[in-house]
């Protein structure tokens, strides 16, 4: 289980855009990551490379934690991922399902984008492990694809279905489309919420 937070920075033409990878939410109330985590990563106050404790969240007190943060240090579209198959077999418990709601509670009142990533769809149905093209048109695509959007109250044109790569040393285009349709996606909301963090910014300080 990650437990340390990772930056990732694409280049070229993304090279503004950053990626932060952190541990997962856990079954049980010790481990995972810890709500207060959550609202703090959100907000910048956690840097990269921090690394999350569960049963002792960060607080103002720490000294890895940033009180000022600028507002690039922000978070602007937060991105949860879920196996296909989890989902596909609504195999969640009532533990998750708790700390998911309590989660989704707080970033709904920060009014924080948020999308889904439903992972493995080809291990879900193997209609779509014959061909990719198949995913909008599996019954058990869809099935998952309604079930995350009961478990993390988003509308379904904010869940994407993709395909992992495991051992394939090439890119293949077809996954890749996926991939794009929802990087895509979460450039568009982050740009968005940071414009109206902005409007909003320049309207308070309007005399």
């Known amino acids: 289980?990650?437990?340390q937070l990772k930056e990732?920075?694409?280049?070229?033409?993304l090279k503004n855009f950053r990626i932060l990878d952190t541990m997962g939410v856990e079954d049980n109330d010790q481990g995972g990551l810890n709500l207060k985590d959550v609202l703090y990563l959100v907000k910048g106050h956690i840097p990269p490379n921090y690394k999350f404790n569960p049963a002792t969240p960060i607080d103002?007190?720490?000294k890895e934690f940033r009180s000022e943060p600028n507002e690039?240090?922000?978070?602007?579209c937060v991105v949860f991922v879920i196996d296909a198959t989890v989902a596909g077999n609504d195999n969640i418990?009532?533990?998750r399902r708790r700390k998911i709601k309590e989660l989704q509670t707080e970033l709904k009142a920060l009014d924080i984008p948020r999308i889904v990533l439903l992972t493995k769809i080809d291990v879900l149905?193997?209609?779509v492990d014959e061909d990719i093209e198949n995913t909008y048109e599996s019954e058990k695509v869809k099935d998952a694809v309604h079930v995350a959007r009961e478990l993390y109250k988003v509308p379904e044109h904010?869940?994407?279905?993709v395909e992992n790569y495991e051992s394939e040393v090439e890119a293949d285009y077809k996954k890749e489309i996926l991939h794009l349709l929802a990087l895509r996606q979460m450039i568009y909301f982050g740009t968005d919420?940071?414009?109206?963090?902005?409007?909003s910014t320049s309207d308070d300080e309007t005399p």
């Not at 690039?72 to 602007?76: E, N, Q, S």
Request: proline share 6%; charged share 25%.
């Open 60 to 62: 103002e007190g720490s």
């Open 72 to 76: 690039k240090d922000r978070i602007h």
């Open 93 to 95: 418990s009532d533990a």
């Open 8 to 13: 990732y920075r694409p280049q070229h033409k």
């Open 125 to 127: 149905c193997e209609f």
């Open 1 to 3: 289980m990650r437990q």
């Open 193 to 199: 919420f940071l414009n109206s963090v902005s409007a």
């Open 158 to 161: 904010c869940i994407f279905p």
